[in-house]
């Protein structure tokens, strides 16, 4: 069973840091081969894509609000993917979610991932 596990929320002032983890387990294959992503979604807004790792290569895309700020980077070893977030501002708040098995099209758009976390929250204040 694929699970999909967040971890390193939590609440800071801005200008602060933030690191988060989401470890992978039960895929039948190396999550080398799995493109993995993070989105957030605060409250009423849509879900969004903020940076995601391809399988393989380990190229990087950005949401272009967090450019220069947030750095995706993946431990293959551990099965685990990371996200480094730095310079946060009170627009960052959201739940956080992790997400893996890239299906196709707009890397940014939900409906892209097969697999999810529950997600875990930051909290950014002024």
């Known amino acids: 069973q694929v699970q999909l596990v967040e971890s390193g929320g939590g609440s800071v002032q801005a200008g602060g840091s933030l690191r988060l983890s989401c470890a992978a387990s039960?895929?039948?294959?190396?999550?080398?081969?799995?493109?993995l992503a993070w989105f957030r979604q605060a409250p009423g807004k849509e879900r969004e894509g903020v940076a995601a790792?391809?399988?393989?290569?380990?190229?990087?895309n950005y949401a272009d609000s967090v450019k220069g700020r947030f750095a995706i980077s993946r431990d293959n070893a551990k099965s685990t993917v990371y996200l480094q977030m730095n310079s946060l501002e009170p627009e960052d708040t959201a739940m956080y979610y992790c997400?893996?098995?890239?299906?196709?099209?707009?890397?940014?758009?939900?409906?892209?991932?097969?697999?999810w976390g529950q997600g875990t929250q930051v909290t950014v204040s002024s």
């Open positions: 997400a893996a098995y890239f299906l196709g099209g707009l890397w940014q758009h939900s409906g892209a991932f097969r697999d």
């Open positions: 039960g895929y039948t294959t190396r999550t080398y081969y799995i493109t």
């Open positions: 790792i391809y399988a393989a290569s380990g190229n990087t």
